[in-house]
């Protein structure tokens, strides 16, 4: 079994680029894919990066992700930070089948 | 559109039990995987379970493993859950999810809530 860790909370200015690690603590980053899902206050979660770095359509280009291993991480990447992208972003991979979060990263928008 | 709706959410003792039912609409229901997953007030997201299309695989976390059945009918579009001995520790939004490259689909959620 493996846990994924990302900050509690970041707080960027609008325009801004904003980074948001995961880290997975045991087991190869690399080896199982890594999601995105976006929750904004009130409602269900929604995906914004699928497969590393895949983006649904009608996400914006300015949301982009990556892995890293030799920090065993995934990003999540926002550019043009604008107040709407205020929300809890989880990232979620897969630990024999299991499917497992991290405990997710507030983002202010100020 | 592509819609799930979840229902049958409630107030119930602990040791009781309760069925969730997810409808689904305007996809091929038998080619996806579903997903039950839930998340506490203030807590962060935690998957619950799977099943595969055809029923054949299920899966489920450590904390429900034993008291929480998924199952489906493909004939009325429609996925379950079945939790017996609920702990207050269960209380919780239960959301449904079409599991796919992601879970790409998600329902608003249903709250369940564990309390004597």
């Known amino acids: 079994n493996f846990m994924l860790t990302q900050p509690h909370s970041v707080s960027v200015s609008p325009g801004k680029t904003v980074t948001i690690s995961c880290t997975r603590s045991?087991?190869?980053?690399?080896?199982?894919?890594v999601q995105w899902y976006q929750q904004r206050p009130g409602s269900a979660p929604t995906t914004v990066i699928y497969?590393?770095?895949?983006?649904p359509s009608g996400v914006p280009d300015r949301f982009s992700g990556s892995i890293d291993s030799s920090s065993n991480s995934a990003s999540l990447t926002i550019s043009g930070l604008q107040t709407e992208d205020e929300a809890d972003y989880y990232c979620?991979?897969?630990?024999?089948?299991?499917?497992?979060f991290g405990g997710g990263t507030t983002l202010t928008v100020l | 559109q592509v819609q799930l709706v979840e229902s049958g959410g409630g107030l119930v003792k602990p040791g009781g039990s309760l069925r969730l039912s997810c409808a689904a609409s305007g996809f091929t229901f038998s080619d996806y995987y579903m997903s039950w997953i839930r998340q506490a007030p203030g807590k962060r997201l935690e998957w619950v379970s799977y099943i595969s299309g055809t029923s054949t695989y299920t899966k489920y976390a450590d904390s429900v493993e034993g008291r929480f059945t998924i199952s489906r009918d493909n004939a009325k579009n429609s996925l379950y859950l079945e939790m017996n001995s609920l702990r207050v520790e269960d209380t919780a939004v239960y959301y449904c999810?079409?599991?796919?490259?992601?879970?790409?689909?998600w329902g608003k959620g249903t709250t369940v809530n564990v309390s004597s």
């Open positions: 999810a079409r599991d796919s490259n992601s879970m790409d689909v």
């Open positions: 497969k590393d770095n895949e983006r």
């Open positions: 045991s087991g190869s980053i690399a080896s199982d894919y």
């Open positions: 979620q991979s897969f630990d024999n089948y299991n499917r497992v």
